[in-house]
């Protein structure tokens, strides 16, 4: 959390997963469709062919005095030094697995790079919400399956299924986040609730 | 406790000081934007998505001269056509300046140069002040208080 020069509270929530597992199509639903929030302009550095080159950025508001400052992450394996730069000053993590069965590995792996990271502030310090993405592929790794690849189970994460490019899920993953890094901050909780 | 009016003399001598400067903005290492000056223009421009480069271009530079061990960054610059961005460290914050394309360079670094060093002073007690910012702090518990009841309601 940190104060701008008019005293606005800021909020720097990231979407993090593997390579093509919806965070900027999810972050690109809340911008075009959630209503009742502000938004500024979306800021996107995007290779040729349009996937995440280095991150996506969007502050939203739902009041004035609070603005979640929302990024992507670009999730090509070489882009980790870009990933451990936009991850400074985060608040709170929303990770996007993808339910194809071919990225089980990749989420796996995303996963381990975001623990490394952020070590044993992620889940306490830095609240986390899981999204499993792409529910409506008809051959959709089983979601017990996916969890454990992730190896959550210590840590008690809300998860959403969704289906980033018809929005469903995504406002509540969006909302979930959000309330937590600011209960988490009202009261100074510690542990995910 | 500072005042951050500090912010809005410093960015406004700078961007006075030089006529081409166009735009003078201040971020922290997280891309947050924090202050920001600017001639009038009539072409609208979103500052904040502006920092957020601003601030991971000139983190990812500093990274890449840790990796090659050639020392520390002192500035970054890009040349375009119409325009040039210059951004240099000050501190934990990051200044970046956007110039006509026409502007004197050896001043744009001088006077960068100068209002970093008054920058960094005021930036770290500006940061610091926010890492011991009690959430009991009533007006801040109001606002947050305020952000969960709207949040709930879109």
């Known amino acids: 959390m940190k104060k701008d020069k008019d005293g606005r509270v800021h909020f720097k929530i990231i979407f993090w997963g593997p390579s093509l597992s919806g965070k900027t199509t999810s972050l690109r ?10 938004k500024g302009g979306f800021t996107s550095i995007e290779d040729p062919t349009g996937r995440t080159l280095y991150f996506d950025y969007t502050p939203l508001s739902a009041s004035g005095d609070v603005i979640f400052d929302v990024y992507t992450v670009a999730g090509q394996k070489r882009h980790k030094h870009q990933r451990k730069i936009i991850l400074q000053g985060v608040d709170g993590i ?24 952020l070590k044993d502030r992620l889940g306490t310090e830095v609240p986390l919400v899981i999204m499993i993405n792409k529910r409506d592929l008809p051959n959709a790794a089983d ?30 993953a ?9 209960l988490r901050k009202l009261y100074n909780l510690k542990t995910m609730t | 406790m500072i ?8 960015l406004s001598d700078l961007i006075k000081s030089e006529s081409g400067i166009r735009k003078v903005i201040l971020v922290d290492r997280t891309g947050l934007t924090i202050a920001h000056a600017s001639k009038f223009s009539y072409y609208p421009v979103d500052i904040d998505g502006i920092g957020a480069i601003a601030s991971a271009v000139f983190v990812a530079s500093e990274e890449q001269g840790k990796n090659l ?5 002192m500035l970054v610059t890009s040349e ?7 951004a240099a460290s000050c501190g934990k914050g990051v200044l970046c300046v956007i110039t006509d394309s026409d502007v004197n360079i050896g001043m744009v670094r001088l006077l960068m140069k100068r209002a970093a060093t008054e920058l960094e002073k005021v930036l770290d007690e500006f940061l610091s002040e926010q890492t011991t910012l009690p959430a009991t702090e009533e007006k801040t518990r109001e606002k947050l208080k305020s952000a969960l009841d709207k949040l709930e309601e879109f």
Do not use: H
């Open chain 1, 174 to 182: 969006f909302q979930a986040i959000a309330r937590e890094v600011l």
């Open chain 2, 69 to 73: 061990d050639i020392g520390e960054l």
């Open chain 1, 94 to 117: 929303i990770f996007v697995a993808d339910s194809d069965p071919s990225q089980l590995d990749a989420n796996e792996e995303s996963m381990e790079e975001l623990k490394e990271l």
């Open chain 2, 80 to 86: 375009f056509e119409q325009g040039k961005i210059f």
């Open chain 2, 3 to 10: 005042d951050v009016k500090l912010f809005e003399k410093i």
């Open chain 1, 143 to 172: 979601k017990e399956e996916i969890l454990e690849k992730l190896n959550i189970a210590t840590m008690d994460v809300p998860i959403y299924e969704t289906i980033a490019t018809k929005g469903i899920g995504i406002k509540r």
């Open chain 1, 29 to 38: 639903w809340i911008y075009s469709n959630v209503s009742g929030l502000s």
